[in-house]
């Protein structure tokens, strides 16, 4: 009798190690099949379009209705949310400059990390009257680098578009997109030191 007892634990002492295995090997070949299928988990992914290849701005020599020059200025790791504005630009402007405004305020400490280009179309244009307007808000003169933007003259709308500290247009939000979105995804990026 006193055999059986110690075969009993023996037994489920390799059922114990073979369940760690079989959990430690198991989540790493699912991980590494994740990994090489592209798969990821939604959390991780972008809300906007991850724009491929990223249109470069680099080189486009920027200045506001005021006259003064807008420069990239990548040691100061400020990232852009621009949006240009078409020549006739109403009710949907305000719409968006308003949801704008709203995802710039809950940057929180990060509002001076984030500037907001309204990039105009055609003279005379500025941020729509009667809203607040952000701190960091630029309003961009007309400049021919406008028709970079990636599907810049879509229907039904202003699109917005993120760029990153360097000058590079990385991410675009469609005409009709939540901005919550876009919130999300520059949450993420602000964290990238």
């Not at 760029?163 to 997109?177: I, K, T």
């Amino acid at each position: 009798m006193n055999d059986a007892a110690p075969d009993a634990q023996r037994r489920r002492n390799r059922l114990t190690l073979l369940a760690i295995l079989v959990l430690f090997f198991g989540s790493m070949l699912v991980a590494g099949v994740m990994r090489f299928a592209d798969i990821h988990p939604a959390a991780s992914r972008q809300k906007g379009e991850l724009l491929d290849p990223y249109t470069d701005l680099r080189e486009a020599r920027l200045r506001t209705t005021a006259g003064e020059p807008y420069e990239w200025s990548p040691i100061h790791r400020v990232w852009r949310i621009v949006v240009p504005a078409p020549a006739e630009c109403g009710e949907a402007c305000r719409r968006r400059a308003k949801d704008v405004g709203v995802v710039w305020e809950m940057f929180n400490k990060d509002v001076s990390r984030v500037d907001v280009l309204w990039w105009c179309a055609s003279a005379g244009c500025d941020w729509p009257q009667g809203l607040p307007a952000p701190t960091t808000l630029r309003v961009i003169a007309p400049d021919p680098a406008r028709a970079q933007l990636p599907r810049v003259d879509a229907a039904g709308g202003l699109p917005v578009y993120v760029v990153d500290p360097n000058g590079f247009v990385v991410l675009r939000y469609a005409p009709d997109a939540d901005l919550a979105g876009l919130r999300e995804d520059l949450n993420r990026l602000l964290k990238l030191k």
